[in-house]
Antibody
Framework: EVQLVESGGGLIQPGGSLRLSCAAS????????MSWVRQAPGKGLEWVSA???????NYADSVKGRFTISRDNSKNTLYLHMNSLRAEDTAVYYC?????WGQGILVTVSS | QAVVTQEPSLTVSPGGTVTLTCGSS?????????PYWFQQKPGQGPRTLIF???SRHSSTPARFSGSLLGGKAALTLSGAQPEDETEYYC?????????FGGGTKLTVL
């Protein structure tokens, strides 16, 4: 079964850093389009970042300069490195390809 | 950053047809925005219904179809079922940067 499984979430203080991982099974993260999407509590979906077939990356304005997306082909894993975290980054973070979604992982930024 | 607009709520009768739309603050939505449509039920993660305007995922029921209509992306549900009552989101790309719409809450009543 094709699966994406996120890990690495949790409670982090404002200004802190966190790395989310998304491990794929029966699916290869490279060279496919892979993205991170988040959803704040009670809110809609927000596109965060993506890495494309040519390995170029893009970011939402809200995270540009603070978040970095990357993938490790040998581990078949997608990452989201998050720095300078803010309270407004609190959300469930999903990794997704075009049609496959992970179950989501909660990141809470609070003192 | 562009703003993507969806109807906040729509109602359809069981067995009826409804069209959800997805507009862009930058103007006409085209296939170059690679419109996506997602369904999200309460307490669950999103599920891709349509990608690249009109391509249906293998698990997407045939009653869902995607198109471009009147300068917007559109999701048409033909033969609404009770289980279709939930939230729907569209996603457009602007030079490879994605922007979600605010979502449409669909009621089947």
């Amino acid at each position: 079964e094709v699966q994406l499984v996120e890990s690495g979430g949790g409670l982090i203080q404002p200004g802190g850093s966190l790395r989310l991982s998304c491990a794929a099974s029966e699916f290869t993260v490279s060279p496919n389009y892979m993205s991170w999407v988040r959803q704040a509590p009670g809110k809609g979906l927000e596109w965060v970042s993506a890495i494309y077939r040519d390995d170029r990356t893009n970011y939402a304005d809200s995270v540009k300069g603070r978040f970095t997306i990357s993938r490790d082909n040998s581990k078949n894993t997608l990452y989201l490195h998050m720095n300078s975290l803010r309270a407004e980054d609190t959300a469930v973070y999903y990794c997704a390809s075009h049609v496959v979604w992970g179950q989501g992982i909660l990141v809470t930024v609070s003192s | 950053q562009a703003v993507v607009t969806q109807e906040p709520s729509l109602t359809v009768s069981p067995g009826g047809t409804v069209t959800l739309t997805c507009g862009s603050s930058t103007g006409v939505v085209t296939s170059e925005h690679y419109p996506y449509w997602f369904q999200q039920k309460p307490g669950q993660g999103p599920r891709t219904l349509i990608f690249d305007t009109s391509s249906r995922h293998s698990s997407t029921p045939a009653r869902f179809s995607g198109s471009l209509l009147g300068g917007k992306a559109a999701l048409t549900l033909s033969g609404a079922q009770p289980e279709d009552e939930t939230e729907y989101y569209c996603l457009l790309f602007y030079s490879r940067v994605g922007v979600f719409g605010g979502g449409t809450k669909l009621t089947v009543l």
